[in-house]
T-cell receptor, first 113, second 113 residues
Framework: EAGVAQSPRYKIIEKRQSVAFWCNPISGHATLYWYQQILGQGPKLLIQ????????DSQLPKDRFSAERLKGVDSTLKIQPAKLEDSAVYLCASSFAGNSPLHFGNGTRLTVT | AQTVTQSQPEMSVQEAETVTLSCTYDTSENNYYLFWYKQPPSRQMILVIR??????QNATENRFSVNFQKAAKSFSLKISDSQLGDTAMYFCACYNQGGKLIFGQGTELSVKP
């Protein structure tokens, strides 16, 4: 089966600019996650979708971050405006349901200068 | 709140030898799952091994095995016959019934020839 697809692979922007990341989960996977991984740290959950509804967005900085999963398939994560501390790898993951293991994409490395 | 702690930021091992990575966790859930993920420089999270909390038998996957001590909330990973390709970041993670996967800080493992 095809894995979780993410794009772009790398992105460099200046602070205060906006950026968007795209994720296409494995076909049939109802649950989609966005994680932020700052260098040297473990991934931190930003938002979790079940189909096209939000299950958990408690750690999403909603003043600048937004995410959507229209039609319950692919998803977009946006940052506007970006700050220096947003420099990180953004990982997308999906799972079939319930206690199924998460499958991760290759991530997008964001550098904010 | 659910937490995962990895107290070894870095570990090294000689090729063909055995190494154990430590992990402790805290959760109020009765039903949960524990995972070890490997993250090579390519950034993709790869599932190494999974343990269901209700199972007393320790999970084993080829050269990888766990020592699951439920009462102590400990979940260590043993890698036998270490290979150069095992060099990576290793993350311990706890997954509850709500589908939320929380990661530890990671342990950077270096396998030396």
């Amino acid at each position: 089966e095809a894995g979780v697809a993410q794009s772009p692979r790398y992105k460099i922007i200046e602070k205060r600019q906006s950026v968007a990341f795209w994720c296409n989960p494995i076909s049939g996977h109802a649950t989609l996650y966005w994680y932020q991984q700052i260098l040297g740290q473990g991934p931190k959950l930003l938002i979790q979708f079940q189909n096209n509804g939000v299950v958990d967005d408690s750690q999403l900085p909603k003043d600048r971050f937004s995410a959507e999963r229209l039609k319950g398939v692919d998803s977009t994560l946006k940052i506007q405006p970006a700050k220096l501390e947003d420099s990180a790898v953004y990982l997308c993951a999906s799972s079939f349901a319930g206690n199924s293991p998460l499958h991760f994409g290759n991530g997008t490395r964001l550098t904010v200068t | 709140a659910q937490t995962v702690t990895q107290s070894q930021p870095e570990m090294s091992v000689q090729e063909a030898e055995t190494v154990t990575l430590s992990c402790t966790y805290d959760t109020s859930e009765n039903n949960y799952y524990l995972f070890w993920y490997k993250q090579p420089p390519s950034r993709q999270m790869i599932l190494v091994i999974r343990q269901e909390a209700y199972k007393q038998q320790n999970a084993t996957e080829n050269r990888f095995s766990v020592n699951f001590q439920k009462a102590a909330k400990s979940f260590s990973l043993k890698i036998s016959d270490s290979q150069l390709g095992d060099t990576a970041m290793y993350f311990c993670a706890c997954y509850n019934q709500g589908g939320k996967l929380i990661f530890g800080q990671g342990t950077e493992l270096s396998v030396k020839p």
